[in-house]
């Protein structure tokens, strides 16, 4: 499916569906300057076209009871990505995985209640699937989120001009609270 294309509205809409998806329609068509009818118009056909997939809440995984978090890298047999993947699908704790290209044919992140459940996982859920070789788990002791997707213009304007401008307003914030 090919990409659609965007103009600057609808990666506007984009972002501040990213932010907050809980927005109302009126708040999100004025915050992006467009009508209400433009913003329902504009988040459907981002919505028809596959572009927007769905809402979601983010989740603080440790405080929601999931405190062991590891990223288990597979080896698979050649061909069986689709049984992998749909097995995968049907396992508890997978939070997400994806094929890739290295060392490892897919990349897992599991988050767990402890442990004990991690190691279940791992060795008596995962390691079971038909197709999979091998696994090797990394702990992870820390997460923090990235920037994420920036939406720039077809222009080829630099992603750097926002973050630029965040930083030229929280330095405006902190010397006026100075």
Avoid: C
């Avoid at 990666?11 to 109302?24: A, H, P, V, W």
């Avoid at 939070?95 to 988050?111: I, K, M, P, S």
């Avoid at 999979?132 to 630099?158: K, N």
């Amino acid at each position: 499916m090919s990409p659609s294309a965007l103009d600057d509205i609808d990666r506007s809409i984009l972002t501040e569906l990213q932010k907050d998806g809980r927005l109302s329609i009126r708040t999100l068509a004025e915050r992006v300057h467009v009508s209400r009818a433009n913003a329902y118009a504009r988040i459907n056909r981002l919505l028809s076209d596959g572009v927007i997939t769905g809402f979601t809440a983010e989740i603080d995984a440790e405080r929601a009871g999931l405190g062991t978090s590891a990223y288990v890298l597979l080896s698979i047999q050649q061909n069986t990505w689709r049984d992998v993947a749909a097995a995968l699908s049907a396992l508890p704790y997978i939070e997400h995985f994806a094929l890739v290209g290295g060392d490892f044919d897919v990349l897992t992140l599991v988050r767990a209640p402890n442990n004990a459940e991690l190691r279940h996982v791992v060795f008596e859920r995962i390691q079971e699937v038909p197709g999979v070789r091998s696994t090797r788990t990394w702990l992870i002791f820390d997460e923090q989120d990235g920037q994420g997707m920036v939406w720039t213009r077809r222009s080829g304007a630099s992603a750097e001009a926002p973050r630029d401008q965040r930083s030229a307003s929280a330095g405006a914030r902190t010397d006026r609270r100075s």
